[in-house]
């Protein structure tokens, strides 16, 4: 087990947010070493470095909470797409199943815990980016605690403007009544302000951290979460300048795939920004994280709860000889690489490998799974981006060339069966790029949104209920609209 103790406190009131932290020598990620729960007066706190610092690591431990990573990100993010579905037993949460059908409505749970955790997110993200500025404290520690703020709060707005489109624009913490019930604005708006941040922040942060603050937002997630927002607004010279940067900083893919996601290589050479989580001994409230628990093999000691399981299509979709099947998906009645017999019999036949945590490192009185980190952005994914930019702006070189050192991974251990792209089509190469974003990113909450920016959407989840002119955005929660009073606006369809 690692040595990392991991206990962030936050408040998510506007005028106060108070976390306390200590340093446990020799640990990594220290930025998350807290004590037990402690609580300042506000008029005491954004005083002093130490209250910069807690207030940012508040920022770090709210996206690992139940509303960032566990039912509502499914909903929201994955069971749209043909690569999920609910999972788990047949009556277990039956309200999942009305995003993978589209039959959900504004009313829905999952909805408003989303659009909750994000702007619980941003609100403490702009608690630090309103109050850090008038703490005297070191000028450089001060930009980078500035910057990783911008970063969290970019993320949020990017995974709200693509599940609901327009959504209100909160940069400051409100100072009046009247600063609380903020209209929509418009997405060209939102990702304008997204963009100014990520831009910002790569301009200060580091391109690495020493072991005690391994996880932190570096320049490279910066570059490749801004090259990430450019593709989705099809800016493809930005795509490519800003994965070409990326490119040029270090980062190499783990030679085995299915290895990337285990607790061994966390935070790797591969990862570019993962959300941070560990087991803290005798503080199970700490050791928060549900992601690997409500997605793990169900039924078995260590497992979980079996939701967001892989799709038949999914397994269907891999090429032969591409290893990325078995690194993505547990199929029962088979032996995880890690030893764990998955029963022949159960409520679902795979299950999603890339959120699995051995079962004999489960720890009695803790999530299943608790010590996973979530991987956000990979290498693969940057060089994936490249090549579908390098590809649109017309070098096909260098897009075949990105594509393949993805490629020559998958075909690991298998002879070389996987065959090289060599196509210099420009419409060929473009479907092999997203058959590619399919095959190596299924599972990380990426598909859904990625073939409703590709504009396939209607062909692709059509059979599944998707209708264009709707279900491009999801439903603004009904709770939202109504406190208030009408100022936000639903949805055309809802």
Known sequence: ??????????????????????????????????????????????????????????????????????????????????????????????????????????????????????????????????????????????????????????????????????????????????????????????????????????VVLPQSYTADDLGRVTKGAALALHAKVAMYQQKWADVLNYTNQVMGMGYSLIPNFEKEFRLENENSSESVFEIQAAIVPGNAAASNSQYSQVQGVRGVTGGGWGFNVPTQNLADSFEPGDTRRFGTIIFRGTTTAEGDAIAATGDNPMYNYKSYVPFSLFVSGFNEGAQQN??????????????????????????????ETVRARARQGNNAVLPRVTTTDKAELRNAIWRERRSELAMEYDRYFDVIRQGRAAQVFGPKGWKANKNEVWPVPQNEIDKSNGVLTQNIGY
């Open 374 to 403: 979530l991987r956000v952005l990979r290498y693969s994914d940057v060089l994936l981006m490249n090549a579908e930019a390098a590809n649109e702006q017309g070098n096909t070189t260098q897009a075949l060339s990105s594509l």
């Open 1 to 202: 087990m690692r040595n990392i103790k991991n206990n962030i406190y936050k408040a998510t009131s506007i005028s106060m947010l108070i976390a306390a932290t200590i340093v446990a020598p020799g640990c990594k990620k220290a930025f998350l070493d807290v004590p037990q729960q402690a609580q300042t007066p506000v008029s005491q706190f954004w005083q002093t470095a130490d209250d910069a610092n807690k207030a940012v690591n508040a920022a770090y431990a709210n996206l690992r909470t139940w509303n960032n990573i566990a039912f509502a990100p499914i909903a929201v993010e994955s069971l749209g797409s043909d690569d999920a579905e609910k999972g788990s037993s047949t009556n277990d949460a039956t309200y999942l199943n009305l995003y993978d059908n589209f039959t959900v409505t504004s009313t829905d749970g999952q909805l408003q815990s989303f659009w909750e955790g994000q702007y619980q997110s941003i609100n403490l993200a702009n608690q630090v980016l309103d109050n850090v500025p008038n703490i005297n404290m070191d000028a450089n520690l001060k930009a980078r605690y500035l910057s990783e703020a911008k970063f969290i709060r970019a993320y949020c707005y990017f995974r709200l403007v693509r599940a609901f489109g327009d959504v209100p624009l909160r940069l400051t913490i409100p100072k009046s009544d009247a600063d609380y019930n903020l209209a929509r604005s418009p997405k060209a708006q939102v990702w304008a302000a997204i963009e100014k941040d990520l831009t910002e922040a790569a």
